[in-house]
Nanobody, 115 residues
Framework: VQLVESGGGLVQPGGSLNLSCAASGSSFSSYAMRWHRQAPGKERELVAL????????EYAESVKGRFTISRDNAKNTVYLQMNSLKSEDTAVYFC?????????WGQGTQVIVSS
């Protein structure tokens, strides 16, 4: 599985971005999907996850109520809708596909929240 993120960029505080992660390869629907982020000088942290068929979602406390993870298995794509962005959301965002014995990562997309 190859993962390619897009949709990052520069946004003002309070703004929104919608990240996408397109997967190539087979069996996308068998993978749970996660979004992680890594801010400068900080460790990578889990932001959101969604189970393989979308029935389970979890979010970091810092993004609950502001971020929404979704997926379209027909398009092999997972999304992260980010609203009410704050400066502390500035980071490189990575998508991650995983199942037992398999773990794949994208190259990341930069999100900068600044006025």
């Amino acid at each position: 599985v190859q993962l390619v993120e897009s949709g990052g960029g520069l946004v003002q505080p309070g703004g929104s971005l919608n990240l996408s992660c397109a997967a190539s390869g087979s069996s996308f629907s068998s993978y749970a999907m996660r979004w992680h982020r890594q801010a400068p000088g900080k460790e990578r942290e889990l932001v959101a996850l969604m189970s393989s068929h979308g029935s389970i979602t979890e979010y970091a406390e810092s993004v609950k109520g502001r971020f929404t993870i979704s997926r379209d298995n027909a398009k092999n794509t997972v999304y992260l809708q980010m609203n009410s962005l704050k400066s502390e959301d500035t980071a490189v965002y990575f998508c991650n596909a995983f199942r037992v014995g398999k773990d794949y990562w994208g190259q990341g997309t930069q999100v900068i929240v600044s006025s």
